[in-house]
């Protein structure tokens, strides 16, 4: 969910501009034909209109099952069910979505709101991403690059929980790790499949699009 997003990406990015290739095509290709003209503009139209809903409903389901995953995740490290590493770590971005909090130290959720922070964590091996739940009131704080200390669920890959009790001098450590220098880490560009991944598919759906309009115009009125 948080470290590998290429394909819901490049289908979403095919099917956009799958719409408006076949309204681009139908402009440039049918514009003499009324009837099919209309029809394939709004086919294209639909399309690009179903894509972008899709793509909302899919990162709200994405959300959810993230912060489910999260709570449990979270539970079993705050009452010691696993033993989770501590690792350094820098918030990558935060998301509005609400669950219950917690905080290394305290056995269970804490009362309030929490929302999640995803956070690249320097643990063995490649850098990856991993979400928390935090308080409402430590969120403002916690602005992408801020460094931060998470204990990471060694079996939940993508669960950490926030320890709130680094100080000052430890956190300017976790900023100056050399390692966030190092190539391998995660970026929002990297978990969607990287940019001529993304352009690709841009480009395949706008020329399946006009594609299709020239088929149309060839069988029809060729």
């Known amino acids: 969910m ?73 539970t079993e490290i705050v009452t010691g069910t696993v033993i989770a590493d501590l690792v350094p770590a820098r918030v990558a971005r935060r998301r509005l979505v609400k669950g219950p909090p917690f905080l290394l130290g305290h056995p269970g959720p804490l009362p309030g709101k929490g929302f999640i922070i995803v956070a690249t964590a320097l643990v063995d091996g490649p850098a990856r991403r991993v979400g928390a739940l935090v308080p409402a009131d430590l969120l403002l704080q916690l602005r992408k690059g801020h460094p931060v200390a998470l204990a990471v669920h060694p079996v939940r890959p993508e669960v950490a929980v926030l320890d709130p009790s680094v100080d000052s001098d430890q956190l300017a450590r976790i900023a100056g790790d ?45």
Do not use: K
């Open 2 to 74: 948080l470290n590998d997003r290429t394909r819901v990406t490049r289908i979403c990015s095919f099917a956009v501009t799958l719409g408006a290739g076949l309204m681009l095509g139908a402009l440039l290709l049918l514009s003499g034909h009324e009837t099919v003209w209309l029809g394939m503009f709004g086919v294209g139209m639909a399309i690009m209109c179903l894509a972008s809903i899709g793509e909302d409903h899919l990162s709200r389901r994405a959300d959810r099952s993230l912060c489910a995953e999260i709570v449990r995740g979270s």
């Open 178 to 222: 050399p390692r966030w220098w190092e190539d391998g880490i995660p970026t929002d560009l990297s978990i969607s499949g990287g940019l001529l991944g993304r352009l690709g598919a841009y480009l395949a759906g706008l020329v399946v699009g006009i594609g299709v309009n020239w088929l149309v115009a060839q069988v029809f009125f060729g």
